[in-house]
């Protein structure tokens, strides 16, 4: 495992960290997309389904595991827990449009057909274009909390970190998956304007915005 692979797992886990806690500690769900938050758990249900079928490493379980815990978590503090808390008024994305074409694509472009194969690409896809409610609710109430940026910050640090490790691995392992790297890099490409206001703006203590 290579640094950038590593670093990239741990700004991950960091962003997962930092949102349950932001629930957790303000008894409240404001400002989080609940839809983004089903999502990645479609995400991390569909790629970890390997964890019924084969053992990598005690590291790769898991983290597969917290992945996949913490995920339902979210998703259960925001629809249930806290429920009362949540903005459904602004978290309105038809994320239908996102997960019919991410569905077709996984089943017309994946290294083989089969049904775990189809899943693990749907999860790719579907990952490179969870974010997009989140953003949405922010652009629609016109800005975000702090602690929110922080986790949307280490999550598009997540898969930036995860592209060069892609990139990497090309390089000096000869290892090379398309299907990974185009995703990787839609997904940094959305958090690019993200990364300009948080750096312009919330680093400098000034709150973050999304025009409308």
């Known amino acids: 495992m290579n640094i950038f692979r590593l670093t990239g797992d741990l700004s991950?886990?960091?962003?997962?960290?930092?949102?349950?806690?932001?629930?957790?500690?303000t008894r409240s769900c404001a400002g989080i997309s609940g839809k983004s938050q089903v999502l990645f758990a479609f995400v991390f249900t569909t790629r970890y389904l390997d964890l019924l079928t084969s053992f990598i490493s005690l590291y790769n379980t898991t983290m597969k595991v917290i992945y996949i815990g913490c995920a339902y978590a979210t998703v259960y503090l925001i629809y249930a827990k806290f429920k009362a808390t949540y903005d459904g008024n602004h978290d309105t994305f038809r994320v239908e449009f996102l997960v019919v074409p991410v569905?077709?694509?996984a089943f017309l472009v994946n290294h083989d057909f089969s049904p775990l194969e189809i899943l693990w690409t749907f999860s790719i896809y579907l990952e490179s274009v969870a974010i997009l409610p989140q953003l949405f609710m922010i652009?629609?109430?016109?800005?975000?909390?702090?602690?929110?940026?922080?986790?949307?910050?280490?999550?598009?640090?997540?898969?930036?970190?995860?592209?060069?490790?892609?990139?990497?691995?090309f390089y000096f392992e000869g290892f090379f998956d398309m299907i990974a790297i185009v995703a990787g890099a839609?997904?940094?490409?959305?958090?690019?304007?993200?990364?300009?206001?948080?750096?312009?703006?919330v680093l400098k203590g000034k709150k973050l915005s999304l025009p409308a």
Not at 12 to 25: D, G, P, T, V
Not at 162 to 169: A, D, H, V
Not at 190 to 197: G, K, S, T
């Open 12 to 25: 991950h886990l960091a962003a997962i960290i930092i949102l349950l806690l932001k629930i957790w500690k």
């Open 186 to 201: 839609v997904q940094t490409i959305l958090y690019c304007d993200f990364f300009y206001l948080y750096v312009t703006k």
């Open 103 to 105: 569905g077709g694509l």
């Open 139 to 169: 652009s629609k109430t016109g800005e975000a909390e702090t602690i929110t940026t922080h986790y949307l910050f280490f999550l598009g640090l997540y898969r930036a970190l995860y592209l060069i490790n892609w990139i990497w691995r």
